[in-house]
């Protein structure tokens, strides 16, 4: 299946990739599909009426984009590498506020220029 970014879509190919991507899994899968992510967070302002029209109830994005509308739903992933720190952040819906600071972005830089070796854990 295809993973087709849709920051640039227009309104033709955000109707096109949302209905054909709920065709497409509901034939995979054999159930209903009323939820979409939208690939790499990403979407442009056509996306949402698309995904109504497409039938879906939801769509979700996250990196801190997106808010109330249904289908614009922020939503965080918590990851197997996350320390309780962050998985706290991202569960309060802070994370990306607090990763965003100005000493955590250059915490992150100076991190990013050590060896890998020398790399101890940051919020990243």
């Known amino acids: 299946s295809r993973h087709t970014v849709l920051a640039d879509a227009d309104e033709a190919t ?12 509901e034939e995979l899968l054999g159930i209903e599909v ?11 302002p056509a996306c949402p ?3 109504e029209r497409a039938l879906y109830t939801s769509a979700v ?20 590498g996350d320390g309780r720190l962050i ?3 991202k569960a ?4 990306h506020a607090v990763r965003s600071l100005p000493p955590v972005r250059l915490a992150r830089r100076v991190r990013q220029a050590l060896p890998l ?7 990243s």
């Open 14 to 25: 955000a109707n096109a990739e949302l209905e054909g991507s709920r065709i497409e899994l």
């Open 49 to 51: 009426p698309a995904a």
């Open 117 to 123: 070796s020398k790399r101890g854990r940051i919020v």
């Open 34 to 44: 009323v939820s979409f992510a939208y690939p790499d967070c990403d979407y442009s």
């Open 92 to 95: 309060r819906g802070r994370f």
């Open 61 to 80: 994005t996250c990196d801190g984009r997106g808010g109330w509308s249904p289908f614009e739903l922020r939503r965080e992933s918590p990851s197997p």
């Open 87 to 89: 998985f706290e952040l």
